[in-house]
């Protein structure tokens, strides 16, 4: 891929995580407002909604694969195995520090946005890029 292409790529990332992190925001909130106070509670089924939103549209769009859904979904699940037991720790010791629950969200997003970008374009795409149907309507133009 070329520099721009690359560049590209990145930009569709961040405003794709960008709409899942408003629904991440959102859920959280709205599970703040029925009474979900602690973070951990709150946080881990709106991280769920926002995975699983950014990953159809980042697979689709952003890396253009026709990789096997079920295989790169197992890809991505095994990254949240690692980062959800992670950020489920700092944010709870965050929490117990007296930290603002929406600053901890903040910063758990942002670390989820780049160690996701970065595993899913070297692991989980790393092969499997820009062979989709999508991809194929752009290089025929």
């Not at 629950?101 to 899913?120: G, K």
Request: charged share 10%.
């Amino acid at each position: 891929m070329t520099k721009k292409q690359n560049i590209w790529q990145i930009v569709k990332f961040v405003l794709f995580s960008a709409s899942a992190g408003i629904i991440q925001i959102g859920s959280f909130s709205v599970f703040q407002l029925c009474g979900i106070t602690t973070w951990a509670w709150a946080y881990f089924p709106s991280l769920v909604l926002s995975v699983l939103w950014n990953f159809t549209f980042n697979r689709r769009y952003t890396f253009q694969s026709a990789a096997n859904v079920p295989v790169a979904m197992l890809k991505v699940f095994a990254f949240y195995c690692v980062f959800t037991p992670l950020s489920l720790w700092w944010g709870t010791a965050l929490e117990n520090a007296g930290w603002n629950d929406f600053l901890i969200q903040a910063l758990t997003m942002l670390v989820n946005l780049t160690t996701e970008f970065l595993y899913c374009r070297f692991v989980v795409y790393r092969n499997n890029m820009n062979n989709n149907d999508v991809a194929k309507k752009h290089q025929s133009k």
